[in-house]
């Protein structure tokens, strides 16, 4: 409002202003400001006293040179041929006349065509302020005539901040957690979150606290977000299923909770950049921005948005949100943990730090311990189980090896990684292969995964992948990228979308896992002591709690 001030404290004033802007961001209240600064005894000024006979009156609507016109009542000409015959008699007490008309895009074309004349010259003691909350169904005749300005709406802390002034003017015991839900939830608007206010302090007993604003406002309980990306960095999908669950169970909304959780995500992603400001949950905020992986923190943001838009399309809600919880673990990395800012080195441990953050991530990893303590005589079991898993490990590090190393004789091991040499021998066929060694992550990991080989002819590749998104260029184009570094040379990769019939690296990965889940289930069983426990003491073997040793 700099303009307005410098107009005021000059003189120099303009015969009609447009003020726009959405809902309750303060277009009429600075319409009443301009006028009882045009109006005041003391004089014309940016600073009104406020407590003059004129300010007092135009606060109270009883000023007679002062007139609010609604035009979504009156918008016909008759109305607008009315106010314009008065504006030409002198102002009866004040200095100006006062027109202010709200909503001015809701008045007829023949009203607006009544007004031009006196818009374009009107009297000097006329003055005429429109507000709009749609400038672009004003006629550009009568924008061309009135100074625009353009009122921006309110940031949530600001809002915060001004409630926290008027609670602390009428002492009323607040939360600041509170007042920053309610900022979020104006979205802009100061009257709106006065209303919320009102609401708030009636539904408290005259007191604003942050749980019975939750409750008030539908805002999802932090902790659901929590457990889901602490379930995704454990790629706990029983996990997820459960948060979906208890959520049916006590009528959290989902869409809501999708969106929150995408608000969330950004959040994380601004603190990995070092551009997070001050917050409430900014602890648990920089948690994940140390566990989580820039890659993997942006395939969960889209998820989650598309998730939230495809909703409608779902059998239900909770069949939607339980499929796009399922969707973030699908398409997860897979090491989801962050390299570089997290402070432990691998990232389960990464994850650990995050989930010992949160009660419920302990809670839900307590189901997932499969090997129990209690006697001695169980080591053989374990033992067993462990050598059959490693012969299997063996066996499939020595095809997988023979065949990387077939491929790339000239690569050297450093950890889990393969750091190729600057050029590599031509591509021998296998794509599974080529797909287990590619340095890839996130949608392009995904692309390898999940893509059948069709053809090739040296560095030309084409290929097919089952889902649309996988085919997207900035997709593609990385791929081919990471392939020429691996080759050391330029390739050319065809993409095409289509059913997959051949066999892919995320298939045979899956078949892996679930032969190794055979195998120590046949160790388990056949082991004579756990024979023994069985029969003697009329036991079972709980069928989910046996699982395959990582080697």
Not at 482 to 497: C, H, Q
Request: glycine share 8%.
């Amino acid at each position: 409002m700099r303009a307005l001030t410098h107009a005021l404290d000059t003189g120099r004033l303009h015969h009609a202003y447009l003020f726009t802007g959405t809902r309750g961001v303060g277009k009429t209240t600075i319409a009443r400001i301009l006028a009882k600064s045009l109006n005041c005894e003391t004089g014309v000024s940016a600073r009104p006293c406020g407590k003059c006979s004129a300010c007092v009156e135009i606060d109270e609507g009883r000023f007679p040179d002062y007139l609010e016109l609604d035009a979504a009542s009156n918008r016909g000409v008759d109305e607008m041929a009315q106010l314009l015959d008065n504006a030409v008699y002198a102002p009866a007490v004040g200095r100006y006349k006062v027109y202010v008309i709200d909503e001015v895009h809701m008045l007829s074309t023949h009203a607006f065509n009544a007004m031009l004349k006196t818009l374009e010259e009107p009297p000097p003691h006329v003055l005429f302020i429109l507000a709009t909350t749609d400038p672009q169904k004003v006629p550009v005749t009568v924008l061309s005539r009135c100074l625009q300005f353009n009122l921006k709406n309110m940031a949530p802390a600001m809002i915060a901040q001004h409630l926290a002034k008027v609670l602390e003017a009428e002492e009323i015991a607040f939360e600041a957690p509170a007042l920053s839900q309610i900022g979020r939830a104006a979205a802009g608007s100061m009257r709106d979150a006065l209303s919320l206010l009102d609401q708030a302090i009636a539904y408290g007993g005259g007191a604003v606290r942050e749980q019975e604003i939750r409750e008030m406002l539908g805002v999802v309980d932090r902790r659901y977000l929590e457990r889901v990306l602490d379930a995704l960095l454990e790629g706990d999908g029983p996990g997820l299923v459960a948060v979906a669950d208890e959520m049916l169970s006590s009528n959290a909304p989902f869409g809501r909770t999708l969106m929150d959780l995408a608000a969330w995500l950004q959040r994380i992603a601004l603190a990995q950049v070092g551009a997070l400001g001050d917050t409430e949950d900014g602890e648990a905020i920089q948690r994940y921005a140390q566990a989580i992986t820039p890659e993997a923190l942006q395939v969960y943001y889209q998820i989650a948005i598309h998730g939230g838009r495809d909703l409608q399309l779902a059998p239900d809600e909770h069949a939607g949100f339980t499929m796009t919880l399922l969707r973030l673990l699908a398409f997860s990395p897979v090491d989801a943990g962050a390299s570089s800012p997290a402070p432990t080195g691998s990232a389960p441990a990464r994850a650990a730090a995050v989930a010992a953050g949160s009660a419920a991530a302990r809670a839900a990893q307590a189901p997932r311990s499969t090997h129990p303590k209690p006697h001695p005589a169980a080591g053989p079991v374990a033992a067993r189980a462990g050598v059959a898993r490693a012969g299997e490990q063996r066996a499939r590090d020595v095809r997988g090896g023979d065949a990387r190393a077939g491929n790339a004789p000239g690569a050297e091991s450093h950890g889990d990684e393969q750091r190729p040499r600057a050029v590599r021998p031509a591509f021998d066929g296998d794509w599974l292969a080529l797909a287990a060694v590619l340095p890839v992550s996130g949608f392009p990991r995904q692309f390898m995964q999940q893509s059948e080989l069709l053809s090739h002819e040296g560095l030309s590749f084409r290929v097919r992948v089952p889902i649309r998104p996988l085919s997207e260029p900035l997709t593609v184009n990385k791929v081919r990228d990471a392939l020429s570094a691996y080759f050391g040379g330029p390739v050319r990769l065809s993409v095409e979308v289509g059913e997959v019939n051949g066999q892919t690296a995320a298939a045979a990965l899956s078949q892996q896992k679930s032969d190794r889940l055979d195998q120590a289930r046949a160790a388990i069983e056949s082991d004579p002591f756990v024979q023994t426990l069985l029969n003697d003491f009329d036991g079972r073997i709980v069928p989910d709690s046996v699982k395959p040793i990582d080697p």
